[in-house]
């Protein structure tokens, strides 16, 4: 009998999941901080975690009718991404602050390391619990 990857791993399944995405969009950011016009977004974990726990959309997001329909930001629809407020206006439109956005992958990059950590020791309490040892 196969057990559902959701209650094998918790929440930690789930959380690194959304921490790669959180990392990937912080990365895109960087990569655009010279693109005029582009708009600087991010990712509301706890939002996101939460809805992803109850298997429902975050509130204020779009209904998904089809598999393809996605939101004005390109995510797919009712996802908890937002565009980051920028501290200091700027000429081209770009709300890129690449000081805010190093120290935001820093972070990220450490709190996906610790989901990565606990996620880790659910697999081994697992294969403790399989094996016998």
Do not use: C, W
Not at 28 to 54: E, G, I, V, W
């Amino acid at each position: 009998m196969a057990i559902p990857f959701s209650s094998a791993y918790g929440v930690h399944g789930e959380a690194l999941g959304l921490r790669e995405q959180r990392l990937k969009l912080i990365a895109s950011n960087l990569a655009n901080a010279d693109t005029p016009n582009y708009k600087a977004r991010d990712l509301d974990f706890t939002r996101a975690l939460q809805s992803a726990m109850a298997g429902t959309q975050p509130a204020g997001g779009l209904e998904k009718t089809r598999a393809l329909h996605l939101d004005p930001l390109g995510m797919p629809a009712g996802s908890a991404v937002f565009e980051r407020a920028p501290l200091q206006p700027s000429l081209d439109g770009n709300t890129v602050d690449t000081g805010v956005e190093q120290a935001a992958y820093g972070r990220a990059a450490l709190e996906y390391r610790a989901s990565l950590s606990f996620f880790e020791g659910k697999v081994r309490g697992l294969l403790t619990a399989i094996t016998g040892q």
